[in-house]
């Protein structure tokens, strides 16, 4: 909102993990009025309950749900784009099995060429660099360093 001026008819793009910060995402995005396209590895899709409500949620305020395998299909005329880590804890053991199926879902600036001309990049931190590569998260578009401080006044 403080980059863009507002959310209502924004696209964002989640690309990685449907995990606790996807959920939350899900459960206010329509609410402001944003559209939401999300991409998750066959097996990592967010919670069925959670994405029924986010359905009946995009219904009701008259916004736009996507959810596919393809992190490019998702990225298609995205304003912000998303990820988190896609190892949260109590999940190291899997670690091999989550990044062989991950491959394919690091952000990196082909991923936004679809993305909308003036998109920005988010992510709640620590950053991977499998999940999004030093291009992007460097970027001028990047505005990870304002969220964190963002997250700081709510502390």
Same mark, same amino acid.
């Given at each position: 909102q403080e980059h863009y001026g507002g959310l209502n008819g924004l696209t964002i793009t989640w690309i990685g993990d449907g995990n606790n910060v996807l959920h939350s995402i899900m459960? *206010?995005?329509a609410k402001l009025g944003m559209h939401l396209r999300i991409a998750t590895p066959k097996g990592f899709e967010?919670?069925?309950r959670v994405t029924q409500i986010t359905e009946q949620y995009s219904k009701e305020y008259g916004t736009k749900l996507l959810l596919t395998t393809d992190p490019?299909?998702?990225a298609d005329g995205a304003n912000v784009l998303v990820t988190d880590t896609w190892i949260s804890m109590g999940q190291e053991?899997?670690?091999k099995e989550r990044l062989k199926a991950f491959q394919g879902y690091q952000i990196t600036m082909q991923t936004a060429k679809s993305?909308? *001309?003036n998109w920005t990049f988010l992510h709640c931190l620590p950053r991977k660099p499998e999940e999004v590569d030093d291009e992007v998260f460097y *970027?001028?578009?990047s505005l990870v360093f304002q969220e964190a401080e963002n997250r700081k006044w709510t502390i």
């Open positions: 459960m *206010s995005a967010p919670d069925l490019l299909e998702a053991e899997e670690k993305a909308a *001309s *970027s001028p578009r």
